[in-house]
């Protein structure tokens, strides 16, 4: 089956340490992204990439850093920068890189920064 | 900045019945598009309008756009316990991969 697969699914970090989260497709898509979703929030675009090696900062970039090095990955770095990184991170993808492809998502990684 | 918001905020409904949800945006948009999240999970699309469309149909779903009052409202008939989930609205303004805007979510309950 294909789609988007993140791990891990919870992580627990202790503040002031770098963790990278996890993002693979199987999907063929060209655009991937990362959204931070809050308690009772809608979902913020922190980074997002519409090829291989090539990556835009989305509203929330600062604190966060990507790659894109092959089309079925896009992992995402929090840094020790990222002043509240306690969120539920998804992320998503589509076929191609306009508004009007519908994001398909991952099952998301809860990170707790204690 | 979060352009389309939700309406209302949580919903409470006795399985069988009609739920619907409203969102309203502020500029004009390119299309919009509806997403379900079961808790705890990623989002999953369910329905694109584009700005020239005013009602689509899909399965026991209805969405109608109005983009003279910029609003939209999702219709799920016939509501089952599966429908038990928070339902977002997302506004394309632009064209780029960058556009979607993601609203806060109405949190729908199907009681049994």
């Known amino acids: 089956d294909g789609g988007i697969t993140q791990s891990p699914k919870y992580l627990f970090r202790k503040e002031g340490q770098n963790v990278t989260l996890s993002c693979e497709q199987n999907?063929?898509?060209?655009?991937m992204y990362w959204y931070r979703q809050d308690p009772g929030q809608g979902l913020r675009l922190i980074y997002y990439?519409?090829?291989?090696?090539?990556?835009q900062k989305g509203d929330i970039a600062e604190g966060y850093s990507v790659s894109r090095e092959k089309k079925e990955s896009f992992p995402l770095t929090v840094t020790s920068a990222q002043k509240n990184p306690t969120a539920f991170y998804l992320c998503?993808?589509?076929?191609?890189?306009?508004?009007?492809?519908?994001?398909?998502f991952g099952n998301g990684t809860r990170l707790t920064v204690t | 900045s979060q352009q389309g918001e939700e309406d209302p905020q949580a919903l409470s409904i006795q399985e069988g019945e009609n739920a619907t949800m409203n969102c309203s945006y502020k500029?004009?948009?390119?299309?919009l598009q509806w997403y379900r999240q079961n808790s705890g999970r990623g989002l999953v699309h369910l329905i694109l309008?584009?700005?020239?469309?005013r009602e689509k149909h899909s399965g026991r779903l209805r969405v109608t756009l109005d983009t003279s009052k910029k609003s939209s409202s999702l219709l799920i008939t016939a509501s089952r316990a599966a429908d038990t989930a928070s339902y977002f609205c997302?506004?394309?303004?632009?064209?780029?991969?960058?556009?979607?805007?993601f609203g806060k979510g109405t949190h729908l309950i199907i009681q049994p």
């Open positions: 309008i584009r700005s020239n469309e």
């Open positions: 997302a506004t394309a303004s632009g064209g780029g991969a960058d556009g979607l805007t």
């Open positions: 990439s519409q090829i291989v090696n090539d990556f």
């Open positions: 500029t004009s948009i390119n299309n």
């Open positions: 998503a993808s589509s076929i191609a890189t306009t508004s009007a492809s519908p994001l398909h």
């Open positions: 999907l063929n898509h060209d655009a």
